[in-house]
């Protein structure tokens, strides 16, 4: 994957056709039971959460849903969420920690929801509580992020115990197009902005905000095979942890970056 | 006058959801009178100064710096300053950063973002830490969650509480991925300061969006905005942009806001220290014997 420049590998996050995560909910999870809604306002459809097992032990699932095709696009507002997406998988994460079951987050957002309704409702408030939340929750945290991850939108779902990314994602806390316009007042720098932001997959994990990158295999079945068992082993290893250990490695985790 | 005091004032909205630390304007220049961004009414600077940067007439609230907030709030004499030297540098080789935090430092006169410290309000210990709009307008990158995570580990150790101004564009574009990680190497020190009982209270001052409102500025007990305060997760701009329609007068304004619940109370910059002591001094954490001492005095 090396051949390819920051910016053609940050489009190739955004590109059509690559597995959303309903997707990966489908080959790694059995018997996923979607929960739905906030109790508190509605259901975000950008945001699938549910209860399933992996290799038969519980787990909580949670992934930002871009869509596939247009109208599944339209359903899922491009994959950005509202507050009461946020505050759904708050309330589900909550739950795992009751049941002390895993909670595993899919993350492929441009970012959170932007608009007059998602204010209204707290966006910013909403993202900080899971934030937060996540940093004390008692229970393992692992989110993957498996094709853009987009500033404060995506973070909500990953204040986690590691973070993974496949090799052709980004985690970034800005576009390389808003990067361009913002500070370099001309959007199509995005090139440059997106070789300034260290954006990809390898230079994520040098900077230390990544632990591992999956690599892609065409995403054929052996790719979701292998990230199934890698997952399931890491919440094995994870469960044999203190919840204690767990969370004060989870604050160490980011404390030592910056 | 010889100069043409409208560039000062006459200033577009230009509050992005990360970034817009060029927006300098809004700040009181060096000059002896200011006109009011509000009622246009002429003010002597020292008169400003005075009023807390309050306009006498129509109660705008101005820009304050990070040091002047913290002196504004604290006793007299009874601050000092922590981690003075945490500074940001350029981790990610950003193009034309080191030049933009040179720039930033003359500025401000700040090393950073934050200023923090532990001062004295109303006569009760307390951890301050207060955003520099002048330092590019209050960007979070790693110097500044460095701070203030220290700040509320600081105040967890010594069982203080914390109060905290926030002021920002947002997170720190030139330090990438660094600067998002900041949200939540804050959020943790504040879970941990809030488990050990500590309180914290949240001042929202013009602007808190981005990075920052999303963060420690909205993890409060107590969450404070000063009158007219811009806050929100996304700007103003971008969400004109994105929505391809104006918005409503007065969205995302302190007085919004509580109307919709997000924050607790709007306090007028005045009143702002004996609120903060009142709110302090009621979770002051007394022992029987001062408590029946006090009792006794009554």
């Known amino acids: 994957m090396s051949e390819l420049t920051a910016y053609e590998i940050s489009k190739k996050s955004r590109e059509k056709g690559r597995p959303t995560a309903v997707k990966y909910i489908e080959k790694i999870t059995e018997n996923f039971f979607e929960l739905h809604g906030d109790r508190k306002f509605g259901d975000d459809k950008s945001v699938v959460c549910g209860v399933a097992e992996i290799h038969g032990k519980p787990v909580t699932v949670i992934g930002i849903e871009k869509g596939d095709s247009t109208n599944e696009k339209v359903l899922r507002n491009f994959g950005c969420a509202h507050?009461?997406?946020?505050?759904?998988?708050?309330?589900?994460?909550?739950?795992?920690?009751?049941?002390?079951?895993?909670?595993?987050c899919f993350v492929d957002t441009s970012g959170a929801f932007c608009g007059i309704d998602a204010e209204e409702r707290g966006q910013a408030e909403?993202?900080?509580?899971?934030?937060?939340?996540?940093?004390?929750?008692?229970?393992?945290?692992?989110?993957?992020?498996?094709?853009?991850?987009?500033?404060?939108?995506?973070?909500?779902?990953a204040a986690a115990d590691e973070v993974w990314i496949t090799e052709t994602s980004t985690y970034s806390v800005i576009s390389p197009e808003g990067c361009a316009s913002i500070l370099f007042k001309d959007s199509a720098r995005a090139k440059e902005a997106a070789e300034a932001l260290k954006m990809t997959a390898p230079d994520l994990k040098e900077l230390g905000a990544v632990e591992k990158v999956i690599a892609e295999d065409g995403f054929g079945e052996e790719f979701f095979e292998k990230l199934k068992d890698d997952i399931a082993a890491f919440f094995e290893e994870k469960s044999k942890m203190s919840t204690d250990e767990l969370v004060a490695r989870r604050y160490d985790r980011f404390r030592r970056i910056g | 006058m010889g100069f043409d005091i409208r560039k000062f004032f006459f200033r577009k909205p230009n509050i992005a959801l990360e970034g817009g630390e060029d927006d300098a304007n809004a700040f009181v220049p060096e000059k002896a009178a200011i006109k009011c961004e509000k009622c246009k009414t002429l003010i002597l600077s020292d008169d400003l100064s005075a009023n807390g940067?309050?306009?006498?007439?129509?109660?705008?609230?101005?820009?304050?710096?990070?040091?002047?907030?913290?002196?504004?709030?604290?006793?007299?004499?009874?601050?000092?300053?922590?981690?003075?030297?945490?500074?940001?540098?350029?981790?990610?080789?950003?193009?034309?950063?080191?030049?933009?935090?040179?720039?930033?430092?003359?500025?401000?006169?700040?090393?950073?973002?934050?200023?923090?410290?532990?001062?004295?309000?109303?006569?009760?210990?307390?951890?301050c830490f207060a955003m520099e709009p002048k330092f590019m307008m209050g960007s979070m990158g790693a110097a500044a969650g460095e701070k203030i995570t220290r700040?509320?580990?600081?105040?967890?150790?010594?069982?203080?509480?914390?109060?905290?101004?926030?002021?920002?564009?947002?997170?720190?574009?030139?330090?990438?991925?660094?600067?998002?990680?900041?949200?939540?190497?804050?959020?943790?020190?504040?879970?941990?300061?809030?488990?050990?009982?500590?309180?914290?209270?949240?001042?929202?001052?013009?602007?808190?969006?981005?990075?920052?409102?999303?963060?420690?500025?909205?993890?409060?007990?107590?969450?404070?905005?000063?009158?007219?305060?811009?806050?929100?997760?996304?700007?103003?701009?971008?969400?004109e942009q994105t929505i391809r329609q104006k918005l409503p007068a007065g969205f995302q304004r302190a007085e919004f806001l509580l109307g919709k619940g997000f924050v607790d109370a709007i306090v007028d910059r005045r009143n702002l220290k004996n609120t903060l002591s009142f709110l302090l001094s009621l979770h002051e954490e007394k022992t029987a014997k001062e408590t029946n001492d006090e009792e006794a005095a009554v």
Request: with cysteine; net charge neutral; charged share 25%.
């Open chain 2, 151 to 239: 700040a509320f580990e600081y105040a967890a150790e010594k069982k203080l509480p914390v109060i905290g101004f926030a002021l920002s564009g947002g997170a720190r574009m030139q330090e990438g991925i660094i600067s998002l990680m900041q949200m939540a190497k804050t959020s943790g020190a504040v879970l941990r300061h809030s488990q050990a009982g500590g309180l914290y209270i949240s001042v929202l001052t013009d602007p808190t969006t981005g990075g920052v409102s999303a963060s420690f500025a909205f993890e409060a007990d107590i969450i404070i905005a000063e009158p007219a305060a811009l806050i929100g997760f996304a700007g103003p701009r971008v969400i």
């Open chain 2, 53 to 127: 940067k309050v306009c006498a007439k129509c109660g705008y609230h101005f820009k304050m710096g990070a040091r002047e907030r913290i002196r504004y709030i604290s006793d007299e004499g009874e601050f000092e300053e922590l981690f003075a030297d945490v500074t940001a540098g350029n981790r990610l080789d950003f193009p034309d950063y080191d030049d933009k935090l040179e720039k930033a430092r003359a500025a401000s006169g700040e090393n950073e973002a934050v200023v923090c410290g532990e001062a004295k309000i109303g006569g009760i210990n307390a951890v």
């Open chain 1, 83 to 104: 507050p009461e997406g946020y505050r759904k998988a708050l309330r589900l994460m909550r739950q795992a920690e009751k049941f002390r079951r895993p909670v595993l």
């Open chain 1, 126 to 157: 909403a993202i900080a509580d899971n934030i937060m939340s996540m940093m004390g929750l008692k229970t393992p945290i692992l989110s993957v992020v498996i094709g853009e991850g987009g500033s404060g939108g995506a973070l909500a779902l």
